[in-house]
């Protein structure tokens, strides 16, 4: 089982010249790639160290598992069939863990098994096979969220907690409740779900979306948002997001409020 990039010294490869060009934030990210096809995982490893991240690869799942925890990696680029446990049961570990933004890699473009995916955890997901341009556009992206996200808890006022029926949302400390109950959403999720709350019963289309929450300038993830909102209401019930066909979404406050 190795934990490391297959090069003669084993070490995990390091940032390319093409570090000076990322952002301030990115430039020291640690990317965890968990992957047991060679050929995929060197090629994932070389084109993330020339974007200037520090890549290590892992091989199967239980290797993913202690290499996140030994890493405490930013991001996890991670497939789902592996060998040892996969990659539904590695994303349930390394959450339980220490919360990390994970973007899935599937072969199988179901939305089923992107549903569970998304449910246990994951961030984001991209079927195979994929582009090297885009698969380095998503983790960007996720890296920003997770940037912005910090800055605005490091220096923004805490906000009251917004109740919603049985659901509350604590901005602050970034938690989310229903019926009392603590429910594990994403960062992606969370970002998400705050976008509609803060505009109750207005229609947001997916494009408005997925520039806002996901960074994405073009309409190709719209599939995504779709997804996401689909997790949302199996994690919060299937009353608060109302699907307006063709458009967006909106979110719908209990009548009560």
Do not use: C
């Not at 010249?17 to 047991?36: K, N």
């Not at 050929?39 to 892992?58: D, K, M, N, P």
């Not at 993913?64 to 446990?85: E, K, N, Q």
């Not at 906000?159 to 659901?167: E, F, I, L, N």
């Amino acid at each position: 089982m190795s934990s490391g990039i297959p090069q003669p010294s084993g070490t995990p490869q390091q940032p390319g010249p093409a570090s000076a060009a990322a952002s301030t934030g990115q430039q020291s990210a640690t990317v965890l790639v968990v992957e047991d096809e060679p050929t995929i995982a060197t090629a994932i490893a070389q084109r993330l160290s020339a974007e200037g991240w520090r890549v290590e690869v892992a091989r199967d799942g239980l290797s993913g598992v202690d290499a996140a925890s030994r890493l405490r990696p930013d991001l996890v680029v991670l497939d789902v069939m592996l060998p040892g446990i996969d990659g539904l049961e590695v994303t349930r570990r390394i959450q339980a863990e220490h919360p990390t933004p994970i973007l899935m890699l599937t072969a199988r473009d179901d939305e089923t098994d992107m549903l569970v995916g998304l449910g246990v955890g994951a961030d984001d997901y991209m079927t195979k096979p994929f582009s090297m341009r885009e698969l380095v556009a998503r983790i960007k992206a996720l890296l920003r969220r997770v940037d912005r996200a910090a800055q605005a808890a490091a220096t923004t006022p805490a906000d009251p907690p917004m109740m919603m029926g049985d659901v509350t949302v604590d901005r602050a400390q970034r938690r989310v409740y229903r019926g009392g109950e603590e429910v594990h959403l994403t960062p992606t999720e969370f970002e998400l779900l705050v976008m509609l709350a803060g505009s109750p019963k207005t229609v947001l289309t997916r494009e408005r979306l997925l520039a806002e929450v996901w960074d994405w300038a073009d309409a190709s993830g719209t599939r995504t948002v779709d997804s996401h909102i689909k997790a949302l209401r199996r994690k919060l019930g299937p009353d608060l997001i109302r699907t307006v066909h063709g458009v967006g979404y909106a979110f719908e406050p209990p009548a009560n409020q």
